[in-house]
């Protein structure tokens, strides 16, 4: 049986379960509008260490080990780790998860590559490569700032353009049965790299729009549906001004998402209140919100249905200080409550 | 029927084929004892480009190119793309594979990545995911040691333990059919991060031995296999250091590999007059080593079945300059002639 369909997707025919997961955020963000939903807040954005990326570790640390614990699972029933982060040599991954000594696999796909491991694992679970399965994905304001943009004292002024590097990780166990399972992954869509030569390290909802649209037009297409078969098409981290990039590419390929399109990034933070710019970003973005916000809508049946697209800016340092531009890609998960 | 064996093995019902390679190097590989195996050698190590970074773009595009050639594919017959390298956030491979327009699963597994991308590439073409995905891997010896250690200009002297990076480029068709094959992928064995705790960034073959010892037991112990049932055991670039303790670590888990072990990073130079120290290293090393001198063998049944094992230090400056050690990770990829 094929499972392929259209050009980039494929249809599970034996739909993996999101059987547990849980999120870890910073201080920032338990103070914006989904404090209420995160498993646990920092006191303090160090939690504990003493390096911004060994704190970032903890992220992942306490997200993985909450997800296996509210699924009921130990570490060694988890047959892959499918695991990423926004720092060079995946640092916030190899430290944070070395001790669950779990076979992993280290996937970079910038603030996608949430989208990028619940893809991976999810094919993974569904070929019966494994029983269960992790996926855990980071990031960290302080260690993304350090590394991409300027040291934090040097406390430069932001456009408001800018997004804000959400403090968070989340953790995410797939499983090929479940009494009382989260959601399903009925599909994926697999984005491309998107390259409309934006060059403005501020303006990453500019770069990664594009990606986004592609990843939803292609998957409209490889799978015939409107926008509106969705009760919600969940971008990651585009901000309001990505939000409106996307909506004006959409519209130009015959799609109007208006009426079903939220943004992580937009849900995560009072942008008013709290000074983040176009909105949250990150890695963790997309991720906690999906665990935090999303999931337990699917898991009650309040949503049926989802298209889960987190969104990557390609950045680099390295490339952006040579003049080039910086990419964009995006993945696409379509998630269904199991009631 | 269950493809998973023992505790970090997959056993490929349906085996997938490696249709296609290719390889592009640089002038120090160029005159190394394997030169007349690579299907490129650079003029000279810039690849026409103005910068280092692109410079290795170019290994990948040219290496992707000319691998779908070899196999008679176009790049819209490959459903996935599964590529990395060593560059923080992975820049050689946005910049270097964006125009393909192939659906990008990025992935970071330090110098082990060729296995990573193998690993998973075989995984998706074996569950029916796709008819045809590459994978593509890379490094460069100036862009490496630029982001790594120093700048060249400021030729540092180099303790006998260190590697060389090799600057070189490979890509790998897999297809689920193939008219004649160079060889199939029958299982893999996937690496956890194993940590000893050595803070030299200038040993990696001590970083990574310990790995090495991990998932090649882990692989002998799943399948129920001794060394002696492969014709080659061939790790990726632990140099002549890593390969001593390699074989002393093995020795204490009961496995003896001399008669069977090569390591690609002693391959591709000539220590004695090349300089390169303990050997070369970087994702380039095992992927164009395998491309190059191993898969012909495998295409004409010389060799009947090896077992590689690229690995990986999963080196960061951030994280060694915080004093952190150094993590490794190494995986393990089954290859047989069709002969």
Redesign the interface.
Not at 1 to 4: C, P, S, V
Not at 126 to 131: E, N, Q, R, S, V
Not at 314 to 319: G, I, K, M, P, Q
């Given at each position: 049986?094929?499972?392929?369909i259209g050009k980039?997707s494929?249809c599970f025919s034996e739909a993996p379960f999101i059987i547990g997961s849980a999120s870890v955020v910073g201080t920032k963000e338990g103070e914006g509008p989904l404090a209420k939903e995160f498993d646990c807040i920092g006191a303090d954005d160090k939690f504990g260490q003493?390096?911004w990326?060994?704190a970032e570790s903890s992220l992942q640390k306490e997200a993985l080990t909450l997800a296996l614990g509210k699924s009921g699972m130990q570490p060694e029933d988890m047959?892959?780790l499918f695991a990423?982060d926004?720092?060079?040599?995946?640092?916030a991954s190899?430290?944070g998860?070395?001790t669950f000594?779990?076979?992993?696999?280290?996937?970079?796909?910038?603030c996608s590559t949430c989208g990028?491991a619940l893809?991976?694992s999810a094919?993974?679970v569904?070929?019966?490569?494994?029983?269960y399965a992790a996926a855990v994905t980071s990031s960290h304001f302080a260690s993304a700032e350090k590394?991409f943009r300027f040291p934090l004292e040097y406390a430069n002024q932001r456009p408001v353009s800018a997004t804000w590097t959400v403090t968070g990780g989340a953790a995410f166990i797939l499983a090929r049965a479940g009494k009382e399972p989260l959601a399903k992954i009925a599909g994926i869509t697999?984005?491309?790299?998107v390259?409309f030569g934006i060059k403005d390290s501020m303006n990453m909802g500019a770069v990664m729009a594009p990606a986004a649209c592609e990843v939803i037009a292609q998957h409209l297409a490889d799978f015939d549906r409107q926008p509106e078969y969705y009760d919600r098409i969940v971008t990651g981290d585009l901000g309001s001004i990505g939000q409106e990039i996307l909506f004006d590419l959409l519209d130009k390929k015959g799609y109007d998402i208006r009426s079903v399109h939220e943004d992580c990034g937009m849900l995560i933070y009072d942008s008013e209140t709290q000074g983040t710019g176009s909105g949250g970003s990150g890695c963790g973005c997309a991720a906690s919100t999906l665990s935090a916000h999303f999931l337990p809508k699917l898991a009650t049946g309040e949503l049926k249905r989802i298209l889960f697209v987190p969104t990557g800016a390609?950045?680099?340092?390295?490339?952006f200080n040579?003049g080039?531009t910086i990419?964009g890609?995006a993945h696409g998960v379509v998630l269904e409550t199991c009631k």
């Open positions: 049986m094929n499972q392929q980039g494929l003493d390096t990326e060994a047959r892959y990423g926004l720092l060079g040599q995946l640092i190899s430290f998860l070395k000594e779990i076979p992993l696999f280290g996937l970079y796909g910038a990028e893809s991976l094919m993974a569904a070929a019966g490569y494994a029983d590394q697999t984005g491309k790299i390259d390609l950045l680099s340092t390295v490339s040579e080039e990419p890609i």
